[in-house]
């Protein structure tokens, strides 16, 4: 089945040491985003990649990154994870186009910051 | 930018009841999303809807988009209905989808 696939499920990083999540999917959708979420919180859109062109919220600190090499890929770099960035981390990808239709989550990366 | 707010914020029910959550946008919308979140983080798109009415077996949704709100009627529920439910707008401006703060409902059997 095509879809969007999270790894790893779990990531245990130390207090300012860099990490890496990745992200692929099987949609050929052209719109990945990547979304923090946060106990008992809604998901809050970090930045999204709209085909090759990268899109970052104005409050996504500098501290995250991210990456898209190809349609499939999607990375987010987190370069000095501090105990505040211990969240659920969503992956999701949509198709273009002026309403974008309908969004699709992977099952996300929970991170701790140890 | 839109704002998404939604009522109620929690909800407790008996297995087999039914319910209306409600989500208001400030905002003309061109996309209207409806998501389960299970007890296990996952995401799940249950109805794309930026306006009318669709219906998938015990939940159907409407929207008004004149009106902005939307709605989504979960009938003869079960405890497998368990978890927050969001949803998420795109304005005819923004880039972004702006998700509301959730109803939690809890499924009593």
């Known amino acids: 089945d095509a879809m969007v696939i999270q790894n790893p499920r779990y990531q245990v990083t130390q207090f300012g040491k860099p990490v890496t999540l990745s992200c692929s999917q099987t949609?050929?959708?052209?719109?990945m985003y990547w979304y923090q979420q946060k106990s008992s919180q809604a998901p809050k859109l970090l930045f999204h990649?709209?085909?090759?062109?990268?899109?970052n919220e104005a409050d996504t600190p500098d501290n995250f990154q991210s990456r898209r090499p190809n349609t499939s890929f999607c990375f987010l770099d987190i370069r000095s994870p501090g105990l505040g960035d211990a969240a659920m981390y969503l992956c999701?990808?949509?198709?273009?186009?002026?309403?974008?239709?309908?969004?699709?989550f992977g099952s996300g990366t929970q991170l701790s910051v140890l | 930018g839109i704002q998404v707010e939604q009522s109620p914020p929690d909800l407790i029910l008996q297995e087999g009841a039914n319910s209306t959550l409600r989500c208001n946008f400030s905002?003309?919308?061109?996309?209207l999303q409806w998501f389960h979140q299970n007890p296990w983080g996952q995401l799940i798109n249950l109805f794309y809807?930026?306006?009318g009415t669709k219906q998938n077996g015990r939940l159907s949704a409407t929207t008004v988009a004149t009106e902005r709100y939307s709605l989504l009627y979960i009938s003869s529920s079960q405890t497998t209905d368990s978890g927050v439910y969001f949803c998420?707008?795109?304005?005819?401006?923004?880039?972004?989808?702006?998700f509301g703060p959730g109803t939690r409902l809890s499924v009593l059997p």
């Open positions: 949609l050929n959708h052209n719109v």
């Open positions: 990649y709209y085909d090759k062109d990268f899109n």
């Open positions: 998420a707008a795109r304005d005819n401006y923004g880039q972004n989808f702006v």
């Open positions: 999701a990808t949509s198709r273009g186009g002026a309403t974008l239709e309908k969004l699709f």
């Open positions: 809807i930026p306006s």
């Open positions: 905002d003309s919308v061109n996309n």
